[in-house]
C-alpha cells in the first residue's frame, strides 16, 4: 500500500523557514514527478512546486520562486520543500504528491498519490 507521509510543519513568524519533507512507502518513486500543493481555508488547492525523477528539472508556482527550494532523495524515497522567507499569505496545509502520467505538473488532477497534509502557519 502506497503512503505519503508529510512532516516538519509548524507555527512560525513571518520571515522565519520552514523544512517540509515528503516520505513515501510501499514502492519507489525514483522514476516519478513529485510535487507540492497547499490549500488555505476557504481557498482551492493549489500547485506551490513540482520535480522531476531526476531532480534535475523543477517548476515553482511565481508565489513562491526565489523563496522555496524543492528537492528530492530518491535513496530515501523522500522529497523536500525548503521554505524561507515566509509570508502570512504562504498558511496553508501542504500536500505532497506523485505524478506518474506526464500529464501537467501544475493540475492536482494529474497526480495519482497523495499525503494527508502538514498544516504551515505563518504569524504576522
Known amino acids: 500500500q502506497v503512503q505519503l507521509v508529510e512532516s516538519g510543519g509548524g507555527l512560525v513568524q513571518a520571515g522565519g523557514s520552514l523544512r517540509l519533507s515528503c516520505a513515501a512507502s510501499g514502492r519507489t518513486f525514483s522514476r516519478s514527478r513529485m510535487g507540492w500543493f497547499r490549500q488555505a481555508p476557504g481557498k482551492e488547492r493549489e500547485f506551490v512546486a513540482a520535480?522531476?525523477?531526476?531532480?534535475?528539472?523543477?517548476y515553482y508556482a511565481d508565489s513562491v520562486k526565489g523563496r522555496f527550494t524543492i528537492s528530492r532523495l530518491n535513496a530515501k524515497n523522500t522529497v523536500y520543500l525548503q521554505m524561507n522567507s515566509l509570508k502570512p499569505e504562504d498558511t496553508a496545509i501542504y500536500y505532497c504528491?506523485?505524478?506518474?502520467?506526464?500529464?501537467?505538473?501544475?493540475?492536482?488532477?494529474?497526480?495519482?498519490?497523495w499525503g494527508q497534509g502538514t498544516q504551515v502557519t505563518v504569524s504576522s
Open positions: 520535480i522531476s525523477w531526476s531532480g534535475g528539472i523543477t
Open positions: 504528491a506523485v505524478e506518474e502520467g506526464y500529464g501537467s505538473i501544475w493540475s492536482p488532477a494529474e497526480y495519482d498519490y
